[in-house]
């Protein structure tokens, strides 16, 4: 079990680029959440899968941000037309459906110039 | 909505002091309690957690307890070592909101030498 992981690990683009973030949950794990977070603050929820259904989106998600699990395994994070508010790391983690403990990935720290 | 408050950083200790940081949260019905660290460069990782009113989480000589009363989760070590220092994240998650976790804004620990 090689626990979550993220790719790419760091991303700087320049605003208004598109970004996709790739998460791949520990392999059994049915649950994949996503998170964001700032600088000096805690991460906040953005959306999470079980299997391939996204059950639920934060206000946080504007229509910029798309995330998707086609297969129920990995997912990935598209932002368009990045603005510079979007720099953060961005964060997935893992569990099994029913369980309250998560596994987090080292994240994506992403930088909007 | 739930919601973590914690205290403030940064708290800076010397070597084998007493650590404390306090956690309140508000939250409908019984969530699950969870201490992460965020160790400089790395990842979130759980630290501790407790399921219900009483329960004490411990780990690494890290003990926290889940009390109802004070809807508190405040995290204590007896001794703690300059590897300790690091950020630490107190959060919640409920079965009803998908076990999606919300997190406090963190406290900074330096521990000096």
């Known amino acids: 079990d090689t626990g979550v992981s993220q790719d790419p690990r760091h991303k700087i683009t320049k605003r208004g680029q598109n970004v996709t973030f790739r998460c791949d949950p520990i392999?059994?794990?049915?649950?994949l959440y996503w998170y964001r977070q700032t600088l000096g603050q805690g991460p906040e929820f953005l959306t999470y899968?079980?299997?391939?259904?996204?059950?639920?989106k934060s206000r946080l998600l504007s229509d910029r941000f798309s995330a998707e699990r086609p297969k129920g395994s990995f997912s990935t994070l598209e932002i368009q037309r990045t603005e510079q508010g979007d720099s953060a790391m961005y964060l997935c983690a893992s569990s099994l459906a029913g369980e309250d403990t998560q596994y987090f990935g080292p994240g994506t720290r992403l930088t909007v110039l | 909505g739930d919601s973590v408050t914690q205290m403030e950083g940064p708290v800076t200790l010397s070597e084998e002091a007493f650590l404390t940081i306090n956690c309140t949260y508000t939250a409908t019905g019984y969530p699950s309690l969870f201490w992460y660290v965020q160790y400089p460069g790395e990842g979130l990782q759980l630290l501790l957690k407790a399921t219900k009113a009483d329960d004490k989480g411990s780990n690494k000589g890290f003990e926290a307890t889940y009390r109802k009363e004070t809807t508190s989760f405040h995290l204590e070590k007896g001794s703690v070592q300059v590897s300790d220092s690091a950020v630490y994240f107190c959060?919640?998650?409920?079965?009803?909101?998908?076990?999606?976790?919300?997190f406090g804004a963190g406290t900074r620990l330096f521990v000096k030498a």
């Open positions: 899968f079980q299997n391939e259904a996204q059950l639920e």
């Open positions: 959060a919640l998650s409920r079965g009803t909101g998908g076990f999606k976790t919300i």
């Open positions: 392999s059994e794990h049915n649950r």
